[in-house]
């Protein structure tokens, strides 16, 4: 029998009722069913954005997409820009900055570390002329949860916007746009938002704004002019990804339910559950425990194939892991743990990668004790 | 009760197996899983594009996307091309095109009409730099199928490109690659093709692919170069739209078991009824028989208000019908008649057109006479 249990950040399993959500019979999306819907469900994306008033746009695509509104439509060729680079989604955001012409300062930090605050303000001070600063909120090549209203903090002075990849992060852990100061925020719908793949959202401050209304950059498809023109009367510029709109109704609906804070922290719970889990198998974590993210894991076991080991894992045990990306390629292996995960999920994807580390019960019991042991005396 | 017949030009009303395919589980996207299914789904979409060797490239995203894709991997910025335009898609190349900074010729051809392709012919003698000729094979904003073949062949000697918005004709109505050497087609997933929107496809001849790996736009997204080359692997180069190819694997298998040949028939056929029908009630159709579009029907009442029967037909009888853009707005209704559309289909469509109409019967004996009556004397 086959039945894999998908533990990658990204996409991730969907609840039942979402996955029926998603096969609603198709609607005119010009309609007036549709055009009530569209702006009901941005109202109730918000509160994960952690905004009251921004303007918040959906777009067909991959969080790609997302991420490539927000560099053509803040960015003109030739401007001068900040890329915080410590994983592949750092290096995504520095690749395109590159593709559309910007002028590019990047700090390169080490995979597995985060952003350093300090040297975002050093940058800043150093070239005035910086009109944007690019970060990744949470780092899911690395599992780097990056502390984005410290950057955003690092500012001070400085007029740059601040642009954040928050794919991976947004509906996990606290994005708080009005409270932090910033100014674009991206996500998709396949990770947090336990939808399926497909479908983006953009966030902007009144202040990107004003820069998206001046920025020359080529753009059609990508025009958030024309998505914000459309959404007066409730639409998108082009044919939507309904499917994935009906899926997310249905998710909110179970975010709502639980409550903002009680994911956030059952995510915190997840992470400290994996993180004890392989502490006790005596395998090294990549990310100290105070950039630790509360959506991904990675693993970095020494002196073994890393990937023949996830395989095996994957194909005789029935887990899927992700592998390493880029540089970390071969070198960890990465469990997600985002969206509809429970803890009785991360003791079964212990429990397979402490088989095929051949350490039988070590890890899940360890996890056991961090979800309900207060102390060696007794269940919590 | 509720039940709302979905006779727009896409999205589509999918068939309940698509539907519940749509709903699978999600998997690893970068797994063995997926990345044998995806080269299977883009052969098996191959014939539908008429082409036994050109590239098939998917894009998460709409149908615009797969557009934007061939202006930016075709055209440089200050290339000459040629635009046709006769509706509104014509028109949306038209602004990309613009957008992306090409020197444009652009032949605008009344709407409601085809393109003339010894216009075309002219124009590439006068014109001898023109790169490329973007053209729309079904103007589903007027409700005309264009001859692709026959502008296709008026490049005569010129090397010019042909690159064919097939979004709304693409599995409705033949289109031949390969036999008409057309270079690039693109199309999307929520018309004929029967899935939900969201997936979009790109194919490129040879000649097409030499243009692509010159072409100097700025582009990452929808940098062709970067699809191609994981497609190597069964991958795309970012999270793609799964469950719609999920719903589009359980579509291939009702277009294989039905045949293209008899897909395309029975469009003919739809048509045939749709005009037959709307003739018995003395209500002009948009277009003439030569240029009528076999997936879209174009209905333009006189002396009425279009736009009110339209929603009076939606919200009391129940059948959805698509209104006129652009320059037809409030001008015409539009029927659309693509993919999972039976002759009872159009028979209930067209009932309620004649009771908005006030001609009970008429409409539909008209129809039911193209469809099973050979002459007056019997059934066929």
């Not at 007036?32 to 067909?60: C, S």
């Not at 079964?348 to 039988?360: D, G, H, N, Q, V």
Request: aromatic share 6%; with cysteine; charged share 20%.
């Amino acid at each position: 029998m086959k039945k894999l249990d998908l533990r990658i950040p990204g996409p991730v399993p969907l609840p039942e009722q979402v996955l029926r959500a998603n096969a609603q019979p198709m609607i005119n999306h010009r309609g007036k069913d549709f055009t009530a819907r569209l702006p009901v469900i941005l109202n109730r994306l918000r509160p994960l954005f952690g905004t009251k008033e921004n303007i918040l746009l959906p777009l067909t695509g991959s969080g790609t997409a997302a991420m490539e509104a927000a560099v053509v439509n803040v960015v003109s060729p030739g401007d001068s820009v900040l890329v915080l680079v410590g994983g592949s989604f750092g290096d995504r955001w520095l690749q395109m900055c590159h593709r559309f012409g910007a002028k590019i300062y990047a700090i390169h930090y080490p995979w597995g570390e985060a952003a350093d605050p300090n040297l975002v303000s050093e940058y800043l001070k150093q070239h005035p002329e910086i009109k944007a600063i690019f970060v990744t909120h949470n780092e899911s090549s690395t599992a780097v949860l990056n502390d984005i209203q410290a950057l955003a903090e690092a500012r001070s002075d400085s007029d740059a916007l601040i642009i954040v990849d928050a794919v991976s992060s947004l509906g996990g852990t606290p994005v708080e746009m009005d409270a932090w100061g910033l100014d674009v925020v991206v996500t998709a719908s396949q990770k947090c938002l336990m939808a399926p793949p497909g479908l983006s959202f953009i966030c902007l401050s009144s202040r990107a704004r004003e820069v998206v209304s001046k920025t020359e950059s080529l753009k059609y498809y990508f025009d958030l002019s024309l998505y914000e023109q459309m959404l007066e009367s409730g639409e998108t510029p082009f044919t939507p990804n309904l499917s994935a709109f009906f899926a997310l109704e249905e998710s909110l609906k179970l975010i709502e339910e639980e409550g903002l804070e009680q994911i956030f922290k059952r995510h915190i719970l997840l992470r400290d559950m994996a993180r004890a889990g392989i502490r006790a198998l005596d395998i090294p974590l990549l990310v100290k425990d105070e950039w630790a993210s509360p959506t991904t894991t990675s693993v970095a076991p020494l002196g073994v194939d890393v990937d023949k080991i996830r395989l095996m894992i994957r194909d005789e045990l029935g887990v899927e892991l992700a592998g390493g990306q880029g540089q970390l390629a071969g070198k960890i292996f990465r469990i997600g743990h985002m969206g509809y995960v429970t803890p009785l999920d991360i003791l079964t994807c212990l429990a397979a990668i402490e088989i095929a580390f051949k350490k039988p019960g070590q890890a899940v019991a360890a996890a056991e004790k961090t979800w309900r042991f207060k102390d060696e005396s007794g269940i919590v």
